[in-house]
């Protein structure tokens, strides 16, 4: 090789590989100090992909444990509040039974009756009142299955099976059409011209009894049917009220009112003619008489039946839930793991590595230096010649 001045090779290469080994260095640095092995795109193209789809997918599923774990707290309310209708109907049976004994009058048996409406009307209230977060209904007569977000995509449901357990739907009160003795029957009632009912007194209770059940049948011109309930109605104004509350937004043209200081009903309907027919739900349940305690038996059985089988479907959501629950927390977990191999830095090779490179640094900056000393040897030439 040429011994020449104005070209340090050996300085270049010096510098060249040691400023390789600086950024080796400044890289096992970063991701020491980061607790990252990939701190830009550029350190691993794709793993940073790979990672970024692995993070969202758990960040999803983390929020799906979260929705699962509302499902079963959804369940077990109203798993809950069943629990209390069993006792109730177990109660209910009991009068029934002691009501069904001849040793009974009538006139003891209408005081056995009177627990008998009360625990009634508890499970209507238990069944329109209990709720999740305050203003969903879990047993309610419009009660529908709940879908349960349980995965990272679209379609990945679980359903709680929630069902109607109000004393209609447990068969313990049923419909039953009675024109003549509501005496109500509309007839093309329009806002211009509403249509009233006859007075209504008669159907109201006394106020040790129960209420009534009204319902409302309303079919316009264009063949659309509608039913608006009240259930448990008290008096006129809780009817318009209850009524009213009734109405949705494909009947919200309809409008329940009174007349003043009377029991009579007044329907107003838009501009669109229509009929109606309002009717109570008169055949509820009851052991006031020998006859009765005997009916009563088979109703409440079969009003167990489905208690029993909605409590029972609940009861196989619940543990499907918690299943649902644990797979997705054993999922996060290896999916973390698999993202932690990619993202997160080995300390024990970044450290190893780090070690070295500062070895490497100090070499290349001695031999730096050494190669920046080499010219001497030309003055040290020129000197001797």
């Known amino acids: 090789m040429a011994l020449v001045i104005n070209t340090n090779i050996g300085s270049i290469q010096a510098e060249r590989a040691l400023a390789g080994t600086r950024e080796t260095m400044e890289t096992s640095m970063q991701r020491l100090a ?22 969202d997918q758990m960040r999803a599923l983390n929020m799906a444990i979260r929705n699962a774990s509302d499902g079963l707290s959804l369940a077990q309310t109203a798993e809950g509040s069943i629990e209390e209708m069993q006792n109730i109907l177990q109660r209910m049976r009991e009068l029934g039974v002691q009501a ?51 995965g990272a ?89 209850k009524l009213n509350a009734d109405i949705d937004s ?54 167990q039946d489905i208690v029993n089988e909605q409590r029972s479907k609940l009861g196989a959501a619940m543990n499907r839930v918690q299943y649902t629950i644990s797979n997705l927390m054993n999922v996060v977990e290896n999916t973390s793991e698999a993202k932690s191999r990619i993202y997160d830095t080995d300390y024990a090779a970044e450290s190893a590595a780090l070690a070295r490179t500062q070895v490497l640094a100090q070499a290349g900056t001695a031999m730096l230096a050494q190669a920046n000393q080499s010219t001497q040897y030309v003055l040290n030439l020129l000197r001797q010649g």
Do not use: C
Request: aromatic share 4%; glycine share 6%; proline share 3%.
């Open 34 to 55: 980061t607790g990252r092995r990939i701190n830009s795109a550029s350190d691993d193209a794709a793993g940073i992909a790979v990672a970024s789809r692995m993070t």
């Open 153 to 241: 995509d679209a379609g990945e449901v679980l359903n709680i099976p929630l069902g109607p357990l109000t004393p209609r739907a447990l068969g313990l009160k049923t419909e039953t059409s009675d024109v003549g003795k509501t005496g109500t029957n509309f007839d093309g009632a329009t806002a211009a011209s509403p249509q009233t009912s006859s007075a209504l007194t008669a159907q109201f209770p006394s106020a040790s009894a129960p209420g009534t059940d009204f319902v409302v049948q309303v079919s316009v011109t264009n063949g659309r049917s509608v039913t608006i309930m009240a259930e448990d109605v008290t008096d006129i104004d809780d009817l318009v009220a």
């Open 100 to 150: 069904a004994n001849g040793t009974y009058t009538d006139t003891d048996r209408s005081f056995l009756d009177l627990e008998y409406q009360a625990l009634m009307s508890e499970l209507y209230r238990i069944s329109k009142s209990t709720a999740w977060d305050k203003d969903l209904k879990v047993l309610d007569d419009d009660v529908q299955a709940v879908d349960i977000q349980v």
């Open 250 to 303: 494909s009947t919200n043209s309809l409008t329940f009112s009174k007349v003043a200081n009377t029991d009579t009903l007044v329907l107003t309907h838009g501009s669109t003619t229509f009929t109606a027919t309002i009717t109570t739900s008169v055949d509820t349940s009851g052991i006031d008489t020998l006859a009765e305690a005997s009916k009563a038996l088979a109703v409440i059985d079969d009003a």
